[in-house]
């Protein structure tokens, strides 16, 4: 769906680590797996982007290595930290479903 920029900017994190914690994974296959669930505003620019926020902030393992297809591709694996800030995002995300839901029926 298009014209969810606005709307996904404060939730990005979380799909991208979501994603992260189903194993290890690189950019380019994180933004072609976006763009199959109908994510196609987000570009492959926007997925670093973000990989390098979450590096930042500790929530990343982090290794370069040579792809088996190509160059050499930094791959991601959710660490410790990663993985309780994720539980966080989802802790928050259903509290906000649930207040929109409540909103939405009123």
């Known amino acids: 769906m298009q014209g969810l920029t606005e709307l996904l900017k404060g939730s990005l994190e979380g799909i991208v680590l979501q994603h992260i914690s189903r194993g ?16 196609d505003d987000i570009v492959e ?23 088996a297809v190509g160059p050499q591709r930094k791959f991601y694996q959710l660490n410790a930290a990663g993985e309780a800030y994720l539980q966080d995002f989802w802790t928050k995300w259903d509290f906000l479903a649930q207040k929109m839901t409540q909103l939405k029926e009123r």
């Open 24 to 39: 290890e994974t690189y950019g380019y296959e994180i933004t072609h797996y976006l763009s199959e669930l109908g994510f």
């Open 45 to 67: 620019g926007t997925v670093y982007t973000v990989l390098l926020r979450l590096e930042k902030k500790g929530l990343l393992t982090v290794e370069r290595r040579k792809s």
